[in-house]
């Protein structure tokens, strides 16, 4: 927790979450430890640029909020699923930014994904907006860019091998997803009939 007269210190957790798994809840618990941080902002993305087709942004938005309800430090954003177009960090980050002027921003995602960073829209202004930290995630070997320490790290987060994709495999296939992701996710994807091959 932050002591008094020092600026907040929010997470930004950015994910396609299609769904939310206890792989992405662990690795937000863990950075929030490990960075002193006072609350985690999940952030489902709108139209991710780089993955295609993905379920509605409402089910997926939805499945984040069940999953993250019980802890009073996390709540979830819709900047990004209620901006048209495709889903930049750019654009997240500047719109949480305004959102929270009195905050210092911790934008978290997987490792494997922050390994990429240098590719990104409008890199060399997204390092004015926020330190990024990669999750280390089961089977994947780094090369990270050559940036500042003060800019980027890495944490390493009790190996959970789960992935969104495996979570949908299994529920096409019928097989059970409970304790991989939240009860209530388990309930939600039942409810709605996600993942079993029909138009979602
Ligand atoms: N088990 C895990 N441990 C640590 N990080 C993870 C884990 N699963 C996903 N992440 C990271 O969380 C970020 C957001 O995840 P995303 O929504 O893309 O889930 P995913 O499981 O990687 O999805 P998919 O299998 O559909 O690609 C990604 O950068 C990803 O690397
Ligand atoms: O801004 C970009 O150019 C950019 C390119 C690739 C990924 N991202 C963000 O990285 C986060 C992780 O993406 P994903 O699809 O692995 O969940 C998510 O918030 C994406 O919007 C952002």
Known sequence: MAMTNQRPRVGVMGGTFDPIHNGHLV?????????????VIFVPTGEPWHKNPVTSAEHRYLMTVVATAANPRFTVSRVDIDRPGTTYTIDT???IARERPD?????ISG????AQILAWKDIDKLWGLATFIGVTRPGH?????????AKMSLL???ALAISS?????RVMSAKPVWYLVPDGVVQYIAKHKLYRGSDD
């Open 111 to 114: 490792a494997d994904a922050i």
């Open 156 to 158: 390493e987060v009790p």
């Open 141 to 149: 070997n780094l090369v990270l860019p050559d940036v500042s320490e």
């Open 103 to 107: 905050a210092d921003l911790f934008f």
């Open 165 to 169: 994709t495996n979570v949908r495999d």
């Open 27 to 39: 690795a937000a618990s863990e950075v929030a430890d490990a960075f002193s941080l006072d609350e």
């Open 93 to 95: 980050l500047t719109q």
